[in-house]
């Protein structure tokens, strides 16, 4: 998606919404895009950035539902995959030995490199330093998903999402003197996928309860376990 321009009429059908209401929001400067011989044309990046910044804002899971609901819409069916699924054996660190905001981002793609599905730590490590450069992925809430900016199927064997935990918390972006302890990874094979792993991470995160019992977990069993219930209740 990243390297598509969409018209008005394709933008719409992408995030399977009424043509008047996505012009409307364009006309008003809630969507990225510029006009070109007086029609609105958007660029699929710019799309992708204000999808994955949106599903960040989000706090609602009636609201993460409907967006999860139309990305879903545009991933074949062999592609949908629940989140514990998607992380492989040796995917979970209890806990993640950072200090960091660095060290953090080299646990991360180590352990990535440790489940055999990412093949280039470095070039990895250095998207996601960009992209925290760009927006930082850490929320209020002491949850960081880290991601590239861009999809690098060409270093990934297959999709997949790493989970770090650690205990102490650690400076990284999520506002005013708050902290992160909880580090998601998540290396997708193309855009459509990430977002649509992203809103559904999303509504997970916003389970009440979930954050909590998950900082309680002490084994990756336990953490496997908590996730694949609590995405039950979401379904």
């Not at 992408?14 to 895009?33: F, I, N, S």
Request: aromatic share 6%.
């Amino acid at each position: 998606m990243s390297e598509t321009n969409f018209d008005l009429s394709e933008l719409a059908k992408y995030l399977h919404l009424p043509e008047a209401q996505v012009k409307k929001m364009a006309d008003r400067g809630h969507l990225p895009g510029r006009k070109v011989k007086g029609e609105w044309m958007f660029s699929g990046s710019e799309i992708h950035l204000w999808l994955e910044n949106r599903i960040g804002m989000i706090e609602s899971d009636r609201e993460l539902a409907t967006v999860e609901g139309a990305l879903t819409q545009s991933v074949p069916a062999d592609e949908i995959v629940p989140i514990s699924d998607l992380i492989p054996p040796g995917g979970i660190e209890l806990p993640l030995g950072a200090k960091t905001k660095e060290s953090v981002i080299r646990g991360m793609t180590g352990i990535g490199v440790r489940t055999g599905l990412l093949w280039d730590p470095e070039k990895m490590a250095e998207a996601l330093r960009k992209r925290e450069e760009l927006h930082p992925t850490a929320l209020d809430n002491g949850v960081a998903l880290l991601h590239p900016r861009r999809p690098m199927a060409g270093i990934l064997g297959e999709t997949f999402i790493a989970l770090g935990l650690n205990g102490r918390g650690i400076p990284f972006g999520g506002g005013f003197d708050s902290l992160t302890d909880i580090f998601f990874l998540i290396c997708s094979m193309d855009d459509r996928v990430h977002l649509r792993v992203l809103a559904r991470l999303s509504r997970i995160l916003t389970v009440k309860g979930f954050l909590e019992q998950l900082r309680e977990q002490e084994t990756e069993k336990e953490v496997r376990a908590l996730i694949a219930a609590t995405e039950k209740e979401i379904v």
